[in-house]
């Protein structure tokens, strides 16, 4: 197998659409926010990429096994703009994949027309949020303009870590090839897989993008986690403060 | 040296002969088997692996050193199908490693017009097994179907976390060229070498590869793992379980 | 993207400059060093390196986003000697990062003319620091005749375990390309961001580079640490002292 | 600079020589044997490799800098068969490392007409040793003869786990290029660097080079050594064992 290689799905011409990228991180809030944009629109599969870079790994789902890879879909929304939506189950396992691999996201954009592209992801506030706020980073002063009126923040210094991974690269690469992108990061804990960050980030993005879906069962699974959350406060009476290790792989 | 390189051991002519695959894994159960059958059957040496990506070590047997690298042998059972059986101390180091041995693995059995290959291994379950049923992951229905004929079991989401390393690519890889491939998975606790676990997936795989082996050696040692548990639980009266660590290489 | 990228900022010609490299390092001495003679003296910027081997990361600037990399300027003192200064955020990840990319500055020292290189850091002492000493190193008996008239001390054996990192590879590659190089450590605590250090470093490079600057922002930034370290060993009345854990960040 | 890079140093024919390697390792004693030959027996260099490889460090001494390397150096006792010694400061920091530098020290041993090779090291025991027993493992059975007629002992499955880095890759990959290669292996308590076993390991391999060394150095060293060991127990009165960190990195 090459380090990079695409494999195309099926034959999908879209017009003028957006990336949309949703890969496992923070609160799996990119993740969360992608896959229910799959779940909710009629979508099709149109490449899957795999790489030498991604965990040596199969998955299994009822007995079928699938290499490890990321996934790109075509989403036509009725009236909004069309999308090309990449997920996956994995990052990439060292510091040459992720550059080699956001080169290959941006090669696969490219040959669909791409010219705007937004990464979906999660900032950790290291608290329990009350009010999700969306924060920003974009390539260009006119996608700030146009996310800040959808409500989009952006803060002096914030991230403070700047943005790691596929979601940061799609920018720094993606700006050196004439994208135009941002990153929409939904606040969250940390500590929990967060379907309500997830909502946050949809919400904005529709405002930019012009799509309508349901959130049903994002809502549904937030108030799993509400659940979730409540037991753990509870045996928490008295107790430490469940660990960030206790709490990371909830969800 | 080459990265991969293989090496020539003997030539040996098989007749439409299935991989079987038997490296170092969770409780040993892959290597026990292959081994076992190299032990009960007769066998030929047919080539050897080595590459840049296996610990950069020799082993000493006899004050004799011999490089770090997998073997493949030519078994053929009296009455059954002819199998090219690979195993080995060693697994790859890195992604990159586990990826390309894989696919030079596949190489060796194209060569000798393997079709169709099986996986061995573990599935660790955290406690002490009573009845040692074996996993399934295929890439084919048809191979599914074979399978569960023989008392495989196929369980919705599991093993939960996918299968990694040489066996899990030699579906993940295999399937993109064309092989069949499924693993073999035997449940075990996951801290002892377990010849028990081993003798359940020869005896799935006896179902459909056809082959006889006397097991009474793996029994032998199966019985020594015994004491080993009987002893450790001995110990344990009033101490804290021994850990993961304690027990891992018990064997 | 390839390995090692130079991008040109801007199309400077500077007179026999020598290289001023300040990267990350033991109390951002270097660093801190660097980006005090661009604050200070005008300067312009030559060239930016990325590399695959820096963090896949962008950084984030009041929403804009920066590409990891780091950055040469031009620096011309009204009075004395032109400068090529690289500074930056990150370091190599790996042993072929730092190998690659000391080449990769060599080259563009090499292009503007360079012929003799400062690389500037800490050498950490485990104390706070009373009296800042700077050590040298250095690859020609010529350099540390100059660098000892103006105070920099050489000492047998140290630092004990050598010069690692850009710094290091600097004099070592550096050597073997023609370059005079020479590394200026200022002693440090190891503990603190350090621009006491700093300037005891720029004020030895003054010596043999000839520029005036004026450390007032530094010697602030220095009674801000001070502070920090008061207040430490207050709160250590009776408490064991912070970690090197607890100190390494502060800054 | 190359991957894997040659410098000559000296020009020099040796007659038939053996190449005789002690980098780092337990306890240092291959190391401490090849720089007692290099003190003992005149010696000049004769090529020195460098490697991307190797850590990014140049190590200082008085002042002066030297790239991260190791380094062949001709010795010719006066009645004893020529020697090719390598040794160094360091090993490779990674495998392709340890396979490629391999491979570069059996090109400068081919180059010098070596067609046989001597790996110096340790083996731990894990107890302070009374007798120094030497342990060997050869590529052919006629190097094991000669080994045990000079009182190296050859013991079933030991080292258990097999020879790792440079040593072991010297009889691995030396095998396949046609060299006769051993390693020496002399018992160590593995806390220690410990001229004694490096003295034990010398007296061997002068019964099958031959050549004369006076010892008094090592074991002066050894009487030092002996002196820290009797410290530490006298400290250790009442208190714990010092772990094997705190010893390790005596001497």
Same mark, same amino acid.
């Given at each position: 197998?090459?380090?990079?290689?695409? +494999?195309?799905?099926? !034959? @999908?011409?879209? =017009?003028?659409? %957006?990336?949309?990228?949703?890969?496992? &991180?923070?609160?799996?809030? #990119?993740?969360?926010?992608?896959?229910?944009?799959?779940?909710?629109?009629?979508?099709?599969?149109?490449?899957?990429?795999?790489?030498?870079?991604?965990?040596?790994?199969?998955?299994?789902?009822?007995?079928?096994?699938?290499?490890?890879?990321?996934?790109?879909?075509?989403?036509?929304?009725?009236?909004?703009?069309?999308?090309?939506?990449?997920?996956?189950?994995?990052?990439?396992?060292?510091?040459?994949?992720?550059?080699?691999?956001? +080169?290959?996201?941006? !090669? @696969?954009?490219? =040959?669909?027309? %791409?010219?705007?592209?937004?990464?979906? &992801?999660?900032?950790?506030? #290291?608290?329990?949020?009350?009010?999700?706020?969306?924060?920003?980073?974009?390539?260009?002063?006119?996608?700030?303009?146009?996310?800040?009126?959808?409500?989009?923040?952006?803060?002096?210094?914030?991230?403070?870590?700047?943005?790691?991974?596929?979601?940061?690269?799609?920018?720094?690469?993606?700006?050196?090839?004439?994208?135009?992108?941002?990153?929409?990061?939904?606040?969250?804990?940390?500590?929990?897989?967060?379907?309500?960050?997830?909502?946050?980030?949809?919400? @904005?993005?529709?405002?930019?993008?012009?799509?309508?879906?349901?959130?049903?069962?994002?809502?549904?699974?937030?108030?799993?986690?509400?659940?979730?959350?409540?037991?753990?406060?509870?045996?928490?009476?008295?107790?430490?403060?469940?660990?960030?290790?206790?709490?990371?792989?909830?969800?």
């Amino acid at each position: 197998m090459d380090e990079f290689e695409r +494999e195309a799905l099926g !034959d @999908v011409d879209l =017009d003028d659409p %957006v990336l949309v990228e949703g890969l496992p &991180g923070v609160g799996h809030v #990119g993740k969360l926010a992608a896959e229910h944009l799959l779940e909710e629109i009629e979508s099709e599969p149109v490449e899957r990429v795999h790489s030498t870079h991604f965990p040596p790994q199969v998955s299994v789902d009822d007995g079928r096994t699938e290499l490890a890879g990321a996934e790109f879909h075509a989403v036509r929304p009725e009236d909004g703009r069309d999308m090309l939506v990449l997920t996956g189950d994995h990052q990439a396992q060292d510091n040459r994949g992720h550059y080699g691999l956001t +080169e290959t996201f941006l !090669d @696969v954009a490219d =040959d669909h027309g %791409v010219s705007r592209a937004f990464a979906l &992801g999660g900032v950790p506030t #290291g608290e329990l949020i009350e009010e999700y706020s969306v924060l920003g980073a974009a390539t260009t002063d006119e996608v700030v303009d146009d996310l800040e009126d959808v409500g989009v923040e952006f803060r002096e210094d914030e991230p403070a870590g700047g943005i790691v991974g596929v979601s940061g690269l799609l920018l720094g690469l993606g700006e050196r090839r004439g994208f135009e992108a941002a990153c929409l990061m939904g606040e969250t804990s940390g500590y929990l897989v967060d379907p309500k960050s997830a909502q946050a980030v949809l919400e @904005v993005l529709q405002g930019v993008v012009d799509f309508e879906v349901d959130y049903a069962s994002l809502e549904e699974r937030a108030d799993e986690m509400e659940e979730v959350v409540r037991k753990i406060q509870e045996m928490d009476q008295g107790t430490p403060t469940p660990s960030d290790e206790d709490l990371r792989y909830i969800g």
